[in-house]
């Protein structure tokens, strides 16, 4: 069991007493904020303004509750678009009961807030990028579990992570998606046997009206006829262009279909987004909890999530890079070296380094391909490994995952504000990790921060932080 299962359960069991609390703000990870008996309490799908009964357990420093009425509903509240968000209590969308504004609203909160709170530094409310609300995902993943002789495909319920509930709808989801769900659950016979699976599917091209589609499933051990099966899918399905399996502990096998398609389109995300357990502990949470939060290392991945809103992202990191006018620039957690080949465009010599080697190869193809392996070195390494090799340079971009950067890295960096780096330029999709690691180098000051609404209808923010040093003017 997940260790937020183990807390469900071990909430579930405790004694709870009752109280009338009026619904303050929302909090990092969706849930509301009251106050009982001067307790911070955290109450899921609660928002700022409702007035609700609420019965919850006390721990040391807050509250855990769940809504036994609301008395008064807030302004804010609209009804949920998805029929699983109440019906099914689905953990995939957190907000869904919230109007955008009143959304987006929070999530810059959430960004300031946790800045002045975790790491001490006080900036205004952050601008916001916003796109679609809905129908905006370019992947859907999904875990199957074993019924009787067929299986249950979906999400958990926020509240019970070891339960799954059948998928019918996802309309923060691009339609296809869902579409090539439905036709694949009408054959999930002759699936590799296993205690549970996941199956994601990957929008490869998003031209309306002529949407393609890849396939990973993952898990088992053993398919004797996962050939015939992919094809078959194949042939049932016309957006599917690609198969793929990743068994148990193994490297991901393509089974039909253009799997050169799928390759080029990032096999390094491929295998982040299907590690086994223990190889990501990210993807592992976020499969076991059934939310919709990253599953690849690096936010920049998210073009295959949320592309508009990824490609303003970049935009905003390489305006922002191309602001201190760099002749060398290190792009640590470089991923499959996107950034990494925008920098060299434009005539600086980069250091790319990623721990991944699937990531650094791709890296090494992009750049030999473009014409601009002279201007770059690609190190297969730890960041806090490379980085003190990889210095001085003019401007560090991070792009760590949910866990942020290594406290030796922020310590080199804290270093480097007297020795040559002029700019750090961070990207985060978790604002308590960017706000401890913004605590670790206080000789640095935020110069710009900017918010991108990845996620609608949930509670992630991904966040770019420009920081200077301070004895800069």
Same mark, same amino acid.
């Given at each position: ?32 904020v ?8 955290? +109450? ?5 303004g ?11 420093r ?7 009425? +609301? ?14 968000? &109440? ?13 955008d ?25 952050? &601008?916001? =990028?916003?796109? &679609? ?6 992947? #859907?993943?999904?875990?199957? #579990? ?8 979906? #999400? ?7 339960? =799954?509930?059948?998928l019918d ?6 339609? /296809?998606? $869902? ?33 393609? $589609? ?12 996962? %050939?015939?099966? *992919?094809?078959?899918?194949l ?7 690609? $198969?793929?399996?990743?068994p ?10 253009? +799997? ?7 096999h ?30 690096? *936010? ?15 935009d ?7 602001s201190?006018?760099p002749?060398?620039?290190?792009? %640590? ?12 465009? &434009?005539?600086?010599? /980069? ?8 990531? !650094? ?5 992009? +750049?030999v ?8 070195? =690609? ?14 340079a003019?401007?560090?971009? #991070? ?10 890295v ?6 480097? %504000?007297?020795?040559? /780096? ?6 985060s999709?978790?604002?308590? !990790? ?6 670790? $180098? ?6 710009? =921060? ?24």
């Open positions: 069991m997940s260790r937020r299962g183990a807390r469900r359960l071990s909430e579930k069991s405790a004694v709870e007493q009752i109280a009338t609390m009026t619904i303050d703000r929302i909090a990092k990870g969706g849930d509301g009251g106050r009982a008996n001067g307790l911070a309490c955290f +109450v899921p799908r609660t928002a700022p409702d007035v609700a009964q609420v019965a919850y357990v006390a721990h040391a807050h509250g855990r509750g769940r809504v036994l009425q +609301v008395m008064t509903p807030s302004a804010h509240r609209v009804d949920a678009r998805c029929v699983h968000y &109440e019906r099914d209590r689905c953990g995939g969308c957190q907000l869904q009961h919230l109007d504004a009143t959304q987006r609203d929070a999530r810059r909160h959430i960004v300031r807030d946790t800045l002045s709170r975790i790491g001490k530094r006080t900036i205004a409310l952050p &601008e916001l =990028v916003t796109g &679609e609300s809905w129908g905006y995902r370019g992947r #859907l993943t999904l875990m199957l #579990l074993p019924r009787g002789r067929g299986w249950t495909g979906g #999400l958990h319920p926020h509240d019970d992570a070891t339960r =799954v509930f059948n709808v996802c309309p923060i989801a691009n339609p /296809v998606l $869902v579409q090539c769900w439905r036709d694949m659950r009408e054959r999930l016979h002759g699936m590799p046997m296993d205690l549970s699976l996941r199956v994601s599917f990957r929008l490869l091209s998003a031209d309306a009206g002529a949407e393609t $589609v890849a396939v990973v499933v993952q898990g088992g051990q053993t398919w004797s006829g996962g %050939a015939e099966w *992919a094809s078959a899918l042939r049932a399905s016309s957006p599917v262009r690609a $198969v793929w399996w990743v148990r502990g193994g490297e991901a096998i393509g089974l039909a279909g253009d +799997v050169a398609t799928e390759a080029a389109a990032g390094a995300a491929l295998q982040r987004e299907t590690a086994p357990s223990g190889g990501n502990a990210l993807v592992d949470e976020a499969s076991e909890a059934g939310r919709y939060e990253p599953d690849a290392r690096e *936010a920049l991945a998210f073009a295959q999530v949320n592309p508009t809103v990824a490609m303003a992202l970049r905003f990191v390489d305006a922002s890079v191309r201190f006018s002749q060398r620039v290190v792009d %640590a957690y470089a991923g499959s070296g996107e950034l990494t080949e925008r920098f060299a465009r &434009e005539g600086a010599h /980069v250091v790319s380094i990623e721990a991944d080697p699937s990531g !650094t190869a791709a890296t090494r193809r992009r +750049v391909e473009a014409g601009l392996a002279e201007r770059v070195e =690609v190190i297969t390494a730890l960041v806090e490994t490379a980085l003190s090799s990889a210095l001085p003019d401007v560090v971009v #991070l792009n760590p995952p949910r866990a942020g950067v290594a406290v030796g922020t310590a080199l960096l804290e270093q480097a %504000a007297g020795d040559g /780096v002029r700019g750090i330029v961070y990207v999709c978790d604002p308590a !990790t960017l706000a401890r690691d913004v605590a670790r $180098v206080p000789g640095w000051r935020i110069d710009a =921060v900017r918010c991108f609404d990845m996620f609608p209808q949930t509670a992630h923010v991904e966040t770019v932080c420009v920081l200077r040093p301070e004895a800069t003017t």
